[in-house]
């Protein structure tokens, strides 16, 4: 079955600084890979999704990049704000989704 | 429109016992996952529900099993209860049949097993 890796599992950034969560994939089938944010006690909320007929896709200050190459994926956060602080999992798949371990990300005012 | 419903949002039961837990999904959608997530790791898939048929199966014993109703509500039983059961239970959503895009979660059952 698949296995996704990420990394890092924490990360503290700088208000205003960057953050880039990294995550690989086994499965060279897998052709969905969305990003949930979770913040403590709450559902995980879908944030971005890329397929795998796309590279690069943006929403306002978050973007994912895809190379199906190398079967690795990241999540770009720019301008970072406090509010970005939570636990962001990715995932991937084909027909279900197999989950990362999360990166708690802690933006510092 | 009412986003994913779960219920109860919390339970306790000790080993042995049987549990059911429910979950309606996001108005629209007509396919129902369940995923079980421990403390401080990502959510597991544990199996999906679409025309009231298992479509996809985790690595989960057959303790767990579900069950979906015409109005693709779903149900996620668990039977002889282990400590290692307690997690938060999640249900997803979504539209379009077998697969996991663009899922919603529900606010989970956090079940506690002592």
């Known amino acids: 079955g698949e296995n996704v890796e990420q990394h890092p599992s924490t990360l503290s950034v700088q208000e205003g600084d960057s953050a880039v969560i990294k995550c690989t994939y086994s499965?060279?089938?897998?052709?969905?890979f969305p990003w949930y944010k979770q913040e403590l006690g709450k559902r995980p909320q879908l944030i971005i999704d890329?397929?795998?007929?796309?590279g690069e896709k943006k929403d306002q200050r978050i973007a994912v990049t895809l190379n199906k190459t190398a079967k690795h994926f990241s999540l770009h956060i720019t301008e970072t704000q406090p509010e970005d602080s939570a636990v962001y999992f990715c995932?991937?798949?084909?027909?279900?989704?197999?989950f990362g371990t999360g990166t708690k990300l802690q933006v510092i005012p | 429109d009412a986003g994913v419903t779960q219920s109860p949002t919390h339970l306790i039961k000790t080993r042995g016992q049987q549990v059911t837990l429910r979950c309606s999904p996001k108005?629209?959608?007509?396919?129902v996952s369940w995923y079980q997530q421990a403390l401080g790791q990502g959510p597991q898939f544990i199996f999906q529900?679409?025309?009231?048929?298992?479509?996809q199966r985790g690595n989960f014993p057959d303790r767990f099993s579900g069950h979906q109703f015409p109005n693709y509500s779903s149900e996620l039983n668990v039977n002889a209860l282990l400590l290692g059961d307690s997690a938060l239970y999640l249900c997803?959503?979504?539209?379009?049949?077998?697969?996991?895009?663009?899922?919603?979660f529900g606010p989970g059952t956090r079940l506690t097993v002592l």
């Open positions: 997803a959503s979504s539209l379009s049949a077998g697969n996991n895009r663009g899922q919603f």
């Open positions: 499965d060279s089938a897998s052709n969905y």
């Open positions: 890329i397929r795998s007929n796309v």
């Open positions: 995932a991937g798949g084909y027909q279900k989704v197999t």
């Open positions: 108005s629209g959608h007509d396919t």
């Open positions: 529900y679409y025309e009231e048929e298992e479509r």
